[in-house]
């Protein structure tokens, strides 16, 4: 589409935000884009913001493409004619409602309350900033039927989002993303939203409900006296400026560790994230000041948990006493052996359980858990479909861990998205009890790679913002499907899976069978050697990610270095192999 035909296109769709009931700050923003800032307006009116994998998330300002109240009003209005339309048999339909450190995060959550409210709906709102897994809690707690979080997780400071929750605790999933996405988009006037309502149906949930949360979160402990014996091991724990200021250290006060330390400029709840570019723990950056305080005190353990407290990264020391940080995958390579192999000596695995991961998350918790003979479910990347499986097999077996290697782990059933709160009692546990057992939580993980093998995993992001952005990647999608390679380092390339059609490929016998998995724009190559390449394109970001799998073989810890070393240069040789770079 040439540009003017464009231009015309979204001077219409802007001029019908002109024609409605909006604030002047926004009318005159608009008029200036109009009159000034062509390229703007393209950008801020060529899309509607719609859900993807973690909601609606955008830049924050003025525009259908960005995030303000008027994209957050739509979004609501259409998700209570949703809900009048489910649960049309109650007396009365509830919502719980939450909110991170962002900038225009309590506008949001505000102005989602009164609109709630005005259409008759009952809404909880916490008095100040909660981490995303206290939402979850709190909706099941009172019985809601939904839940919205105002957060971007780890998104730069101009960003902001909006994700959606239903009654079961967890991130919608299908049907009920659709059917929302279609509500809003029959909203066609700003003045279709009702803003004024009652606040006789706005309720503020007291700050003793975190008490509450914290002794669940406290009933995961397994090793008690492992803590007792260890309570003075050093952590140093930092929120990112976010909302893990208060939870997180008041859970590992209550789990009974009496030496953490904080970093006290990045305990300042702040939108704006000064002291980090971006408020992301898979970034070493993110950590720079934790790791600094840990070299200060002799810490050994360093945790970050990002702005909504829903994901972790940690760093350890290695057999060097270097502090190094771990991945995503390493982390909850850790948690699943620590859980299980203390669930199996407490004689609690009776073949009645399970764990989830994603399908781009390390084979390796496969792995794990066929040694306790405990059943694993794979899932698309997102944790909402980790809390999908937890609701269909609720009552029918019990779920120990979920994991994601983007940073997200969930252990117990009480909060149905991932818990970096919990997540940080758990680390810090199964470090007391790898201590206990006089190791580190390094060596730990030295000692699982020597029982199941290494498994080397690396990521790629590459970001292509705006429309053309956007059309790049689907190109790329179109041509990876349409062109796959027949090798990877050497190795043949036997399994393709397309989850955008449900489908694997077996490709020495040409045999096509079907994935119940629901479709994704995701695809897989596996190869003979255990090799997994898994491409999707970001369903909350302008990028498409590269996920990378190669295992290899330690027989002494001493060899590690070398043999991380021989992985990473194969997956280098992979990515030139697929022009990445």
Not at 60 to 76: D, K, L, P, S
Not at 391 to 416: C, N, P, Q, T
Not at 423 to 439: P, V
């Amino acid at each position: 589409m040439e540009n003017k035909e464009l231009l015309r296109e979204v001077s219409l769709k802007a001029q019908t935000w002109l024609d409605s009931n909006i604030d002047n700050d926004t009318r005159n923003s608009i008029g200036d884009m109009m009159e000034n800032e062509p390229m703007e307006l393209i950008e801020s009116f060529y899309q509607s913001l719609e859900f993807g994998t973690g909601g609606l998330r955008g830049l924050m300002g003025v525009g259908t493409n960005r995030m303000n109240i008027y994209t957050v009003g739509m979004a609501t209005q259409g998700l209570c004619n949703y809900l009048k339309s489910s649960f049309s048999e109650l007396e009365e339909i509830k919502v719980a409602i939450a909110h991170d450190c962002r900038n225009n995060s309590r506008l949001f959550t505000e102005t989602c309350a009164g609109i709630f409210a005005a259409n008759g709906i009952r809404a909880y709102i916490f008095s100040d900033l909660r981490p995303t897994p206290e939402l979850s809690y709190a909706l099941r707690y009172f019985q809601c039927q939904s839940g919205v979080i105002i957060t971007a997780s780890h998104n730069p400071k101009e960003y902001n989002g909006y994700k959606v929750y239903w009654d079961d605790g967890g991130q919608i999933v299908e049907p009920h993303d659709r059917n929302i996405i279609a509500e809003v988009k029959k909203i066609s006037s700003i003045d279709e939203i009702k803003f004024d309502g009652d606040p006789q149906l706005i309720d503020t949930i007291p700050n003793s409900f975190d008490d509450l949360y914290i002794d669940r979160v406290t009933e995961l402990s397994l090793s008690p006296e492992a803590i007792m014996n260890q309570h003075d091991l050093k952590i140093v724990y930092t929120p990112i400026h976010g909302t893990g200021v208060k939870l997180v250290p008041m859970a590992l006060a209550k789990y009974g560790f009496t030496r953490v330390y904080n970093v006290p400029e990045q305990d300042e709840v702040n939108g704006n994230f000064p002291t980090v570019i971006s408020p992301n723990p898979e970034e070493s950056a993110a950590l720079a000041m934790a790791l600094d305080k840990a070299g200060e005190v002799g810490a050994d353990l360093v945790m970050a948990t990002d702005p909504d407290s829903d994901r972790v990264g940690i760093a350890v020391r290695d057999l060097e006493g270097k502090l190094i940080l771990l991945n995503g995958n390493q982390t909850g390579a850790l948690l699943y052996y620590y859980l299980l192999r203390k669930w199996s000596e407490n004689g609690k695995i009776t073949g009645n359980q399970y764990v989830v991961k994603t399908i781009v998350t390390t084979e390796l918790l496969a792995d794990i858990a066929g040694k306790y003979e405990v059943e694993i479910f794979d899932v698309l990347t997102g944790f909402k479909f980790i809390a999908d499986i937890m609701r269909r097999e609720e009552g029918k077996k019990e779920f120990i861990i979920g994991s994601e290697e983007s940073y997200g782990y969930l252990a117990g059933d009480f909060v149905r998205d991932k818990d970096a709160v919990m997540a940080c009692a758990l680390i810090a546990e199964t470090a007391a009890w790898a201590k206990e057992e006089g190791k580190t939580l390094y060596e730990l993980l030295l000692d699982i790679y020597m029982e199941f093998g290494i498994y080397h995993e690396e990521l790629v992001s590459t970001y292509k913002t705006g429309k053309e952005g956007a059309e790049l990647i689907a190109k790329m999608m179109v041509d990876f499907r349409s062109t796959p390679p027949e090798e990877l380092a050497g190795s043949k390339v036997n399994h393709i899976y397309d989850y955008l059609d449900s489908t694997s490929l077996d490709k020495s016998t040409g045999k096509k069978t079907s994935v119940n998995l629901p479709k994704s724009n995701v695809l897989q190559y596996l190869t003979a050697d255990n090799t997994k390449v898994s491409i999707r394109p970001s369903g909350t970001e302008p990028k498409i990610k590269f996920y990378f799998s190669v295992k290899g073989r330690l027989s002494d810890r001493s060899k590690y270095p070398e043999a991380r070393k021989e992985m990473a240069a194969k997956i280098k040789k992979i990515k030139k192999e697929l022009g990445i770079d």
